[in-house]
């Protein structure tokens, strides 16, 4: 019978050699570490189609991401018309085409610094169903959000993209404010006020779903995400707008070997990236790699909320406010210039003497009062209350 103590000498033999070994570092061998990589959907309809380019970077690299900054991006119908995206942010170009359902469109980048051309095979655009529903179901450590939908056999491959909007507030509420020039402590204004804040955030990971999976073609709840316990997400009010696409067969196929080298990290077998195939070809070389897979389609999305009282009792949790305290200290209204004209400290609580005269003030930091600092008190176009 084999015994395990039989592996113990020559275990320790072998880790005896390996400390006195050094450090082995491979060379990287000279291969294209700038390769296009094309993220993006022609939306169908008045939504905005947005399309990403970038390049990728060797292992090793300080940055995280590298943009194409300089393409000329367009949207081609099959006849014959043209349309252009404006670069939006670096990488990203954007616009609201209102392109018809008829026909079928290509994705056209044009490099002018490089003089390449790259091209998207002709798409025809699918139709997506509407979103059944959005909901919640709450466990004991997190609230998972799902997304339920009616597949078909013309449409049976789904992916879902999403973006979260939650209201919040500071650890500590300030009403007061030091103005310089009356050279005191004031009450704020509703303009001054920075107790309500808003903060979104956008899906970064690869949510994809075939509804052949299931009795009848209907995904019943397809996990969006999850919020943790103790998550801020909740503590106020929350948003979602979840967005689905039906997309084609091969595209499903495309996804799911980068979710698989994403999500479970890959293995020694897994696709690299570059030779998984793309639907983006450079003109005049269609040999060179191309990373990406363009769709073109009419999407359908659906907000929900979530507010604190469905989900209470929720203890929320946020370490930007960790150790947040008000100061034990009162600052005289002779030395409120030097205590708050900075900024950095804020007036919090006011102190009266018996007669009810303000003799002064306590504060607290500004990170801990003022939301602006992690989020934005413009009330987003679409909130609900």
């Not at 019943?220 to 801020?232: D, G």
């Not at 106020?236 to 479970?264: C, G, P, T």
């Not at 990373?291 to 979530?306: D, E, T």
């Amino acid at each position: 019978m084999f015994r395990f103590n039989q592996l113990i000498p020559p275990l320790l033999m072998f880790m005896l050699l390996m400390a006195c070994r050094e450090p082995f570092e491979p060379e990287v061998t000279d291969i294209d570490f700038s390769i296009l990589v094309v993220e993006g959907h022609i939306e169908i309809g008045d939504s905005e189609t947005l399309i990403r380019l970038s390049r990728t970077i060797p292992l090793g690299s300080q940055d995280s991401v590298n943009p194409v900054r300089a393409a000329q991006v367009s949207v081609e119908s099959i006849s014959g018309q043209n349309w252009s995206l404006v670069q939006s942010s670096p990488g990203s170009y954007s616009g609201e085409l209102n392109l018809p359902e008829n026909q079928d469109y290509r994705l056209r980048i044009s490099m002018p610094f490089e003089g390449q051309v790259y091209l998207s095979e002709w798409l025809e655009p699918i139709i997506t169903p509407e979103i059944e529903q959005v909901g919640f179901t709450q466990q004991e450590d997190w609230v998972e959000i799902f997304a339920s939908t009616q597949g078909s056999e013309e449409n049976q491959y789904f992916i879902w993209d999403y973006e979260e909007t939650w209201r919040f507030r500071p650890a500590i509420i300030s009403g007061f404010i030091y103005d310089p020039e009356v050279g005191n402590v004031v009450m704020r204004n509703q303009d001054q006020r920075t107790d309500v804040c808003w903060l979104s955030s956008k899906s970064t990971g690869i949510l994809i779903e075939s509804s052949s999976r299931f009795s009848n073609d209907f995904i019943p709840r397809k996990e969006i995400t999850r919020i943790p316990a103790q998550s801020e997400r909740l503590g106020q009010r929350y948003s979602i707008l979840v967005k689905q696409r039906a997309i084609s067969r091969e595209m499903f196929d495309f996804w799911e070997i980068m979710r698989k080298n994403s999500d479970d990290l890959g293995g020694i077998f897994s696709p690299l990236p570059s030779l998984v195939r793309s639907n983006v070809f450079n003109e005049n070389d269609p040999n060179e790699s191309v990373i990406g897979y363009v769709s073109a389609g009419k999407s359908s999305q659906k907000r929900f909320y979530i507010s604190f009282e469905e989900i209470a009792p929720w203890r929320v949790v946020e370490p930007a406010y960790a150790g947040c305290r008000i100061y034990n200290d009162t600052v005289s209204i002779s030395e409120v210039q030097g205590e708050f004209g900075s900024g950095s400290t804020v007036p919090v609580i006011g102190i009266s003497n018996d007669m009810g005269f303000m003799v002064g003030y306590r504060g607290a930091p500004r990170a801990c009062t003022d939301c602006t600092l992690r989020g934005t008190k413009e009330r987003p176009e679409f909130w609900e209350d």
